[in-house]
């Protein structure tokens, strides 16, 4: 026999789960709040994180390979020497194709001698071979859907609600996973702190009203940067968005890169 | 100074070729030979498991004499399997934020908890249902310092009267049918760490957890071949070959499951060539070669499936000494074997750039934590603490107590239960090999 459910019954469970229903936004700030408490981030007291949305777009018509924002990444944030790199650019030469070998394009090089810190060396081709050459400065893509905060196993790298993806250094256990987890090879273990490490957009700088080191020292303002939440008159990054057709890297993986790229070719990746 | 010293020894070395991404331009994996051993050892724990619980769910009489050996190897090797792990962490000293503050998404994050109840509610709790009652008899039996450990063990519940005897067994029947679903969880979980990441063609594939529990159970079943014939060996008993030919039965059926699935696998990922094909390919022909196709494929799966396979038909006409022969070449080529596969997937999934342009190398280090030696101890350390257990809860003097809900005829050598008198009476014999 199957228990009669009375109506009294009923009205109750329809109440709790208002009530329920209710009670979720006050859960979810005090989530929030406890959050704040919990994570340390490099912001200033008073800096609150739901009044913006920051965001980094890419030129690179515009990038000369001159590598000073590597440097000045490095140089910022402290980061050790080796192979450790929060930002680099990448050099792309494609060469024309065998003249009879029916293809549309030849081989792709693509060097990054010291994460370009120092710029690059000669050409690895004689200029008459070269279809296309560029450089392609690579950061953390600012994924919507982060590979590397969704396998975390502590929560220590998290969506800040301004952007950021950030990663608290006191509460990273060092297992590897979001390195592995990170598509685009942006993370690394710091051989010092034995954490986790990537690019914060310089979070202590942008906190504080300043840009990332990166955007600063570009002399040709191929990094563009820029708060989606407050636009200020011919907003850089407005601008970027309205004259470029844009991409972003590995689409096909699902993590919807908030960074946009203009001027890249389909052999970046 | 030294940073300008290391970066010239690291332009001074190329160990990799084409290009990789700056930050994967390391000397050596983030995921070496720890990481390595963790499904390993894990897989070799949930395989010895599924081993006893032939015996105790499926009821496989013939394997009586190795049920308690398998669950004892189960167990030693599941203290083992966190160690790499831990040893391996950046700071092994915040390890209990991943019990405290678990972050739910991950697929790591579960482990904590998953191995603290395969070891905490399945098999310690299984293993004390199954000695409790030997327990009792031993710590009246033996003097001194021993007897005062089984009486610990024994935890206060001393009752060897049938009933309690009986719902010992009860208990110990409905913890194995749990064991069996928590062993693929403990090893099917370990395959979804690697095959979760979406960012890794190599290990981004849907089939990994069920080809991480296939390649457990073989490898399991294999280390009791192992165990069994090494125990009587030492021991100077007779191999009841019964036993080892259903255990090897079952272990060839299991190498047939494992070896379908992952050559599934490898014709899926041929078939469809999808982006990072190529680079794949190189490492299967270049980098991965001798681990690959020798290690796994034809030593690790090929050979001892024409072993195993060619006795299932012709065990008739092959002596004792040959089939015990080929049975331990067998189960140690698939202990090799599965060693390399997972080598394959650990370290194979990090010898490409996540760009598709490029190649590393890794050449291991003899010393320090993720060297030669360290792998080597952490390897040994299971087989030291299965000693112990040897010693303690498989010893040859003292008597086991007969199940009185199973039969069996126990007339040979018996590293699971004795049914009667003790193992020290049984015939002596020539089983070396």
């Known amino acids: 026999m199957s228990k009669q459910v009375s109506r009294r019954n009923l009205l109750g469970k329809i109440g709790a789960a208002l009530a329920g229903v209710a009670t979720l936004p006050l859960a979810r700030t005090a989530k929030a709040a406890v959050q704040k408490v ?33 440097e000045a990444c490095k140089t910022e944030n402290h980061v050790p020497d080796g192979p450790f790199y929060r930002t680099w650019i990448e050099r792309y030469v494609i060469t024309k194709p065998k003249p009879g070998s029916g293809a549309s394009r030849g081989e792709t090089f693509v060097d990054c001698p010291n994460g370009g810190m120092h710029g690059f060396p000669e050409l690895p081709v004689p200029k008459s071979e070269i279809q296309h050459s560029f450089f392609v400065p690579k950061l953390c893509n600012l994924c919507e859907h982060s590979a590397c905060v969704q396998v975390c196993p502590v929560g220590a790298t998290f969506d800040s609600p301004d952007g950021a993806v950030l990663i608290d250094p006191k509460y990273c256990i060092g297992c590897g996973f979001c390195i592995q987890a990170c598509p685009y090879g942006c993370r690394f273990l710091n051989p010092v702190t034995k954490t986790a490490e990537k690019c914060t957009l310089c979070y202590h ?30 907003d850089p990054i407005q601008q970027f968005y309205q004259n470029n057709k844009v991409q972003a890297l590995k689409p096909h993986l699902g993590t919807d890169p908030r960074v946009f790229y203009a001027g890249i070719d389909k052999e970046v990746r | ?44 724990v949930a395989g010895a498991f599924i081993m006893a619980s032939l015996v105790r769910v499926f009821n496989v009489r013939a394997l009586e004499p190795v049920y308690r050996l398998s669950l004892l190897t189960a167990f030693a090797f599941l203290l083992c399997a966190p160690l790499p792990l831990l040893f391996h962490l950046g700071h092994p ?98 395959g979804f760490i690697f095959g979760s990441v979406k960012a890794n063609p190599w290990w981004g594939n849907v089939l990994m957890p069920i080809i991480f529990i296939m390649s457990a159970v073989v490898s399991g079943i294999a280390l009791c071949v192992f165990n069994y014939m090494v125990l009587s060996w030492i021991r100077r008993k007779t191999i009841d070959m019964k036993c080892l030919d259903i255990m090897c039965m079952f272990l060839f059926y299991a190498l047939v499951m494992d070896a379908a699935i992952e050559a599934l696998d490898w014709i899926h ?59 331990f070449s067998s189960a140690v080529l698939i202990l090799c074997g599965v060693l390399a596969m997972r080598w394959n997937v650990v370290i194979g999934g990090q010898l490409f750039s996540k760009s598709l342009r490029g190649v590393m190398s890794y050449k291991m280090e003899f010393a320090g934590l993720e060297g030669w030696f360290m792998g080597a101890v952490l390897l040994v350390l299971p087989f030291v603490i299965l000693t112990v257990f040897v010693k303690l809860f498989l ?39």
């Open chain 1, 205 to 234: 700088r942008i906190t504080r009203g300043l840009k990332p080191a990166c955007v600063e020292v570009c002399p040709t303002q191929a990094r563009v940067f820029g708060d989606l939440k407050n636009p200020v008159p011919d």
């Open chain 2, 395 to 433: 010893s040859e003097q003292l008597p086991t107590s007969s199940l009185p809900a199973e039969g069996g005829d126990g007339e040979s050598n018996n590293f699971g239960r004795a049914h009667g008198g003790p193992i020290a009476a049984l015939p002596v014999g020539s089983g070396r090999d």
């Open chain 1, 38 to 70: 919990l994570v340390s981030t490099p912001a200033p007291k008073g800096y609150d994180p739901t009044r913006h949305k920051w965001v980094m777009a890419i030129d690179a018509n515009r990038c000369i390979g001159c590598g000073l924002c590597a």
């Open chain 2, 269 to 327: 990922r041929v078939y469809s060539a999808e982006e990072g094909f190529q680079v794949m390919q190189y490492m299967a022909r270049e980098k991965l070669f001798y681990t690959l196709n020798l290690g796994q494929a034809t030593f690790g799966t090929a050979v001892p499936l024409l072993l195993l396979g060619s006795l299932q038909l012709l065990r008739k006409y092959v002596p004792e000494l040959g089939r015990r022969r080929m049975y």
């Open chain 2, 93 to 190: 000293e915040r390890c209990f934020e991943v019990m405290m503050t678990p972050h739910l998404t991950s697929p790591m994050a579960i482990f904590g908890f998953v191995y603290a109840w395969y070891l905490m509610a399945v098999l310690l709790l299984e293993l004390w249902f199954d000695y409790r009652a030997d327990f009792v008899r031993w710590s009246t039996l033996t003097p001194g310092l021993r007897g005062v450990l089984y009486r610990l063990f024994t935890v206060g519940v001393m009752d060897v009267s049938e009933p309690a005897v009986k719902l010992d067994h009860k208990l110990g029947h409905i913890l194995s049918i749990v064991g069996i679903p928590s062993a693929f969880l403990l090893h099917g979980y370990v």
């Open chain 2, 1 to 44: 100074m030294t940073g300008d010293i290391t970066n010239y020894v690291f332009e001074a070395m190329p160990h990799f070729e084409g290009y990789v991404y700056p930050n994967e331009a390391t000397p050596q994996p983030l995921w070496s030979v720890l990481i390595v051993l963790y499904p390993y050892i894990t897989g070799l």
